[in-house]
């Protein structure tokens, strides 16, 4: 049984093509014992959801990003990258498929991404 951790991861993902990939790494970060959030499980319907998505990031102590290309053409990611930046929350790039690092938001390509 994994050791509980206080860590809590949020994830950002495209639903598009990447729910399956963010939901094996929600279920795998459990397992380890950390609390991660995951946006089709932490916010409920009727509420606003912009509002929930920016208390779950300003609460997390890391994001990670998956990275897919839905990921990289959406405003929402990019909007979740931009309020984790400016809370000052480590991001950790994950790759579930391959994406021109160019088309990617400029806040990742710095970052060692793990694939």
Same mark, same amino acid.
């Given at each position: 049984?994994?050791?509980?951790?206080?860590? !809590?991861?949020?994830?950002?993902?495209?639903?598009?093509?990447? +729910?399956?990939?963010?939901?094996?790494?929600?279920?795998?970060? !459990?397992?380890?014992?950390?609390?991660?959030?995951?946006?089709?499980?932490?916010?409920?319907?009727?509420?606003?959801?912009?509002?929930?998505?920016?208390?779950?990031?300003?609460?997390?102590?890391?994001?990670?990003?998956?990275? +897919?290309?839905?990921?990289?053409?959406?405003?929402?990611?990019?909007?979740?990258?931009?309020?984790?930046?400016?809370? +000052? !929350?480590?991001?950790?790039?994950?790759?579930? +498929?391959?994406?021109?690092?160019?088309?990617?938001?400029?806040?990742?390509?710095?970052?060692?991404?793990?694939?």
């Amino acid at each position: 049984m994994a050791q509980e951790t206080d860590l !809590k991861i949020f994830i950002s993902y495209s639903r598009a093509d990447a +729910s399956t990939f963010a939901h094996e790494i929600l279920n795998g970060l !459990k397992l380890l014992g950390f609390t991660p959030y995951l946006d089709v499980h932490d916010i409920v319907a009727g509420e606003l959801w912009e509002d929930r998505l920016e208390n779950l990031i300003n609460a997390c102590d890391t994001m990670v990003f998956v990275i +897919s290309p839905g990921s990289a053409g959406s405003d929402r990611c990019k909007w979740e990258i931009d309020k984790a930046k400016t809370s +000052s !929350k480590r991001i950790i790039p994950i790759v579930a +498929s391959d994406v021109d690092e160019q088309q990617l938001p400029d806040a990742l390509h710095r970052l060692n991404f793990i694939y």
